[in-house]
């Protein structure tokens, strides 16, 4: 349902607790599974404020909107920035506060001066995008609460393969299938850390502070509980050659606190080929009829079924 200004206004008021003048709205110029639209305030006492407005109280129906609606939760990403990971800051953008009313689940977040990833040049952002998540899952898992978080767990792992063999030709995925078993006991063994379930290159935004590159992850509404390594799987997914690939993996692992429990590179580096397959097997079930930009186009299936006969070899 639209929201009209004034009702937008007061929302914003009642999470800034000071009156808003005026308030001018626009697009957001980045996509999401939700509305999203950058808005301008002034104030009569202070200066003027640029931030998000994004609303998740239902996903876009628009074709290619992004996610299917049945993993999100209108409240998730409100309890990713406020309770989960938010009180850790980690670079995260700042969350001005979350609006709850019937019908209504909005959040307020702060304007990014940054780029998606996949636009940067080099390998100095990609480096510093493995580091950050490094940080992220050294955390661990939250100590209770976060009943709106996703559970990446075995049940979940496993329920993507019927859904891949529903959306390809038949028999295409036979071959997964065989090492399908392997591939979550590989990952539910992995130890679990607040995982931000969408660790794609266009939702890392970075922005470049005097040369230094500052990660800043957006879109939080996959975040959940479980291995980490989907999200380096999702970080370095896609047509990289096997020598940019483990350049990004090594720089995972030397963001990772030295400990007796740090897996050793080649441990990692065998993990995240089963994270990988996942990956690949959850974009080949993740809805009918629907693609990627032309961007970030991949065959899904010849990455699914190559990973799998090396890993049955």
């Not at 997964?176 to 290159?201: C, I, K, M, N, T």
């Not at 009918?288 to 070899?313: C, F, I, Q, V, Y």
Request: aromatic share 8%; charged share 20%.
């Amino acid at each position: 349902m639209p929201v009209a200004d004034d009702e937008l206004r007061r929302a914003l008021e009642t999470v800034l607790r000071r009156p808003v003048r005026a308030l001018a709205r626009r697009p957001h110029p980045y996509g999401s599974s939700h509305a999203i639209e950058d808005v301008d305030l002034t104030f009569d006492d202070g200066p003027p404020l640029a931030l998000v407005f994004k609303d998740t109280t239902a996903p876009r129906a628009a074709a290619g909107a992004g996610k299917p609606a049945w993993l999100l939760d209108p409240d998730r990403e409100a309890q990713a920035y406020v309770d989960v990971v938010g009180p850790a800051r980690l670079g995260l953008p700042r969350c001005y506060g979350a609006f709850a009313a019937p019908g209504r689940r909005w959040l307020f977040l702060e304007s990014v001066d940054g780029i998606p990833l996949w636009q940067t040049h080099g390998t100095e952002a990609w480096d510093a995008a493995a580091r950050w998540l490094a940080a992220l899952h050294a955390r661990g898992a939250p100590a209770g609460g976060g009943e709106h978080l996703l559970r990446y767990d075995a049940a979940y792992l496993h329920s993507w393969l019927a859904r891949a063999v529903a959306l390809t030709p038949p028999g295409a995925l036979d071959g997964v299938a065989v090492v399908w078993e392997r591939v979550v006991e590989r990952l539910v063994a992995w130890p679990p850390s607040v995982v931000h379930g969408d660790f794609h290159p266009s939702n890392v935004l970075v922005e470049d502070a005097a040369g230094t590159p500052r990660i800043r992850p957006v879109d939080w509404d996959l975040a959940g509980v479980g291995p980490g390594l989907l999200d380096l799987a999702a970080l370095c997914s896609g047509s990289w050659s096997d020598g940019e690939r483990e350049r990004i993996a090594l720089a995972y692992h030397a963001g990772l606190a030295p400990a007796p429990s740090r897996p050793a590179p080649a441990d990692l580096l065998d993990a995240l080929a089963h994270g990988r397959l996942f990956e690949a097997v959850q974009w080949l079930g993740w809805s009918r009829g629907w693609s990627p930009p032309a961007e970030h186009a991949h065959d899904w299936l010849a990455e699914a079924t190559g990973l799998a006969a090396e890993l049955a070899a």
